[in-house]
């Protein structure tokens, strides 16, 4: 989905979590934690690092989303693809060929949290109102606030 200049669209969330960049670093990047608030994966936090996220088959699609880390610099900044889906799926599942951005920033009394998750087209854009909508990234970053205030309470 585009705007009307014909660009690219973006989901973009961001908050603040009480515990530091260092827990939510972990929570981002250690592939038992991403399973706990998003989907399995061999991720590795290392740049060139490919990997796939593991989500349920749908229609003719087998459920797997390619990735390559872009950037991975600790505490501060996270950057990799997500791409995957069928032209033939409706909904979540459509093809897609998206860019996420994590950015960490300390604050005095936490972690400000920022995502960008971007290049949505006119081709994704059944995916886009989805992870645009309480279901998709909103329902995912909740997930991961839980994960990470966890990962604190127990560290």
Do not use: C
Request: charged residues 20%; without cysteine; glycine residues 10%.
């Amino acid at each position: 989905m585009s705007d009307s200049a014909g660009e690219p669209l973006s989901i973009v969330i961001e908050g603040m979590l009480v515990p530091p960049a260092e827990v939510l670093w972990q929570a981002l990047t250690d592939p038992d934690l991403i399973a706990q608030w998003f989907m399995p994966s061999d991720f590795e936090a290392e740049t060139g690092h490919h990997f796939t996220f593991k989500s349920g088959p749908i229609g003719d699609w087998d459920g797997q989303f390619q990735g390559e880390v872009i950037d991975a610099q600790p505490y501060w900044r996270l950057q990799y693809s997500m791409r995957g889906g069928s032209p033939n799926v409706e909904g979540f599942g459509h093809s897609m060929d998206t860019m996420l951005t994590w950015t960490l920033s300390p604050l005095p009394n936490g972690t400000h949290v920022r995502l960008e998750h971007a290049g949505f087209t006119e081709e994704s854009k059944a995916v886009y109102t989805i992870m645009n909508s309480e279901n998709g990234w909103a329902a995912v970053i909740n997930r991961f606030a839980k994960t990470v205030v966890e990962l604190h309470e127990n560290s």
